[in-house]
C-alpha cells in the first residue's frame, strides 16, 4: 500500500473536498447574500444540515449497533475511541473541537470542522465581493494555499492533521475555494488559453504525489486544477463530467462516511479468524471493495436523497414562517410618528 500515492495520500480527499465545498457553495449562494441576513443563513445553515446530518447520524447508529454485537472493534485502537461520552460529542459534530478529534467514526472529524465553514460562510461570501480583479483573487488563493503548505513543510508534520491543525486546513483551502470561485466570475483579461492547462496540473499534480515531501504542495495544484477546470471545458473536464464520475461524485460522500466502519469490522474478522490462504485473502479483499461500493449507493439513495428534500421542504417552510412573522411585527408597529 506504501507503495501506491494514490492510496498512501488518500486522506488528501479532504483537503479537495474543503476547496471545492468553498468554491460550490460561493458558486450556489452568490445571489442568496448580496448583504447579510439571518433568515438567509438559518435557511442555508438547515439545507447543510440536511445534507450532511441525516448520514452521520445514521453511521453512528451503526457504529453503536456494531459495538454492541462485536465488542472485539474496540480494542483496536491505542486509545479509548468508543466511549458514551465520546458518541454524543461525536453525534454533535464536535470532536475536532475536542481533545480526541478522531473518536468513533474518524472521517466524521471534518464534518465537525466544516460547521466552522458553514457559520462563517456568508461573511466570507461578502468579502469576496470586495475583490474586482480576477487576477488578486487567484494570487489570494494561492497565498492562503501557500502558506498553508509551507505552515506543514515547516513544522515537520503531514499534512493528514485534525483538531487545531484541521481548523487550519479548513480555513486555509475554504478560503481558497471562494477566492477561486471569485476569480472564475471576474474572469481573467486577455486572450488566454487553457488548453494545456488542466493536463499540466494533473501531471505535476502526479508528480508531487510521487515525491513525498512535496506533499503538501499539492494543495496548490488542486486549487489550480479547480480554477483550470472552471475556465476551460477540456478532455479532463469532460471526463469528470461523465455519468460515471458524476455517479461516483452523487455517493463519495457515503463512500467516506461508511468506509472506516467497514474497515472495522474487516480488521476484526481478519483478527479473530485470520487469513488461511491467500484464496481466503483475496476473497475478504473483494468482499471489502464490493461493501464498499454497494453500501454507500443502499444510503446513498436510502438516507441522503431522501433527506435532502425532507431537509429543503422544512427550510422553505421556516423561511416562509420567518417572513411571516416579519411581515406581522411590520404591520402591528407604529407608525411613523405616533
Known sequence: MDLIPVVREGYLGVDIFFILSGFILCHVYVSSFQQYGIREHVHFLMVRLARIY???VVVMLAFAIALWFVPG???QNGYPRYTAPGFFIAILLLQ????YQLIWNGPAWSLSAEWLAYLVFPFLLIATRWIKAARFAIALAALSLGILALTFVASGHSIDATGKAGFARLAGEFTAGALINRAHNLGLPGRISWRWANPIAATLLVATL????AVPFSVLLFGFLVFSLSMHEGRLSRILSSRPMVFLGEISYSVYLVQSLLLELTT????RYGMTSSGTSLGVAALLIILLLFVPILTWRTVERPARVIGRRLSNRLDTSL???????WASSPADGE
Open 268 to 271: 476484526w474478522y481478519i483478527k
Open 96 to 99: 475536532n473541537w475536542y481533545r
Open 54 to 56: 441525516p448520514l452521520h
Open 73 to 75: 472493534i474496540a480494542s
Open 210 to 213: 510521487l515525491y513525498r515531501p
Open 323 to 329: 417572513a411571516h412573522m416579519k411581515r406581522i411585527r
